[in-house]
């Protein structure tokens, strides 16, 4: 399991990494991507902290917007997930009112009273500042909505599953209320320690990540 997840790292490190702010037309329009955060290392290389996929087609794009600018932690679970660190760390009351969901219309009818807007703004950009700052990331193309799926679990419990991955001892994801976070050093907390990718999925990966590196110029 371990050398897996050295060869992931080994690969997805090797293509061109993203930061914010990026180049939509840089960015693919159906794929998985992978996040590495500022001081996280493992496998002497730069340690992957989260996987994601979407789910809608054409969708990569929008999905990796929600996660570094739009300020809407109901639409990112990273977004929660960092804001849920960050006030966790700080000991701010306010956890108790970013847990509150207010996707619904009935939520934003029973909660929006219980909620101080300007907080909460305010706890969103500072999110925000915080995913721009630290985070990058690369994409490897997948068209298939269910292999996208399949793909990104195995890939997230290979990752998990490998006991010489951990988190430095300054990593946020350790002031998480989420246990499944603090303890498996990803910023997330479903697909961990399920089925990993087999050789013939390794074999895929390695396919679609030389395909990626081979691809320098503008995807309209």
Known sequence: MSENCKQLHRWFNNLEKMNFPFDDKKILHNGIYILFEKGETAHNTDRIVRIGTHTGKNQLRSRLKQHFIKENKDRSIFRKNIGRALLNRDKDPFLDQW???????????????????????????????????????????????????????????????????????????????????????????????????????????????????????FIE
């Open 99 to 217: 847990e509150l969901d207010l996707t619904s219309r009935r939520a934003k009818e029973e909660y929006s009273v219980l909620i101080d807007v300007e907080k909460q703004k305010e706890v969103e950009k500072n999110v925000s500042q915080y995913i721009q700052a630290n985070f990058n990331f690369v994409v490897i193309e997948v068209e298939e909505k269910e292999k996208r799926l399949e793909l990104e679990s195995k890939i997230i419990s290979t990752i998990s599953r490998c006991k010489e991955c951990s988190p430095s001892p300054s990593w946020l994801g350790l002031f998480s209320p989420r246990e499944k976070i603090n303890t498996s050093g990803l910023w997330l907390v479903n697909e961990l320690n399920k089925e990993p990718l087999s050789d013939e999925d390794m074999q895929l990966i390695k396919n679609l990540t030389a395909n990626a590196a081979g691809i320098n110029r």
